[in-house]
């Protein structure tokens, strides 16, 4: 396997199945942009999503309970972000914590191709509900319309973007500014 982001997402979704199939077992959890705005607006954002993402990979390896964890590390420091993980964990397993790990290990590539699954059918259905607004991603220019689109039409209150988004708060800025 290789990098979930350089795989289409036809063929992540091929091998979604292939994945759950051989797993032992799997987990996924989604944080709503509410969430993370409330850990981000505490403190440091950076920091504060690193910490997001420990607590939630410490509920992961709890549910799964696996000997060793292989993670792929946001932080600048993989050890602080294993420590981070580690402190969370109510199961004594070790952590293999490194940055890119989704390139040298396979089950940490695994993991990352069903999580962009779940994430495309979470896209799919707030399609549904708000209209097609891209891929939800900053580089998206039809995403950063959409978002410059509804602050202009409804405001602020978009329940599908986190408020601490930079590219939000840069369109909140243009638009109240202009």
Known sequence: MRDSKLLTGRSRQLLSPRIVSLAEAHAIFEI????IDSVVLRGRPMARLNQLEARVAAKIIDRLKPEIAYVDAPDRSPERFA???LQGLKTPTRIVSEHHADRKYLVVSAASILAKVKRDEVIHELHRSYGDFGSGYPSDPKTTGFV??????????LPIVRRTWRTFRRLQRELTEA
Not at 32 to 35: A, K, L, V
Not at 149 to 156: A, Q, S, V
């Open 83 to 85: 420590c981070q993980i």
């Open 148 to 157: 410059k689109e509804w602050i202009l039409r409804d405001g602020c209150n």
């Open 32 to 35: 709503q942009p509410q969430e």
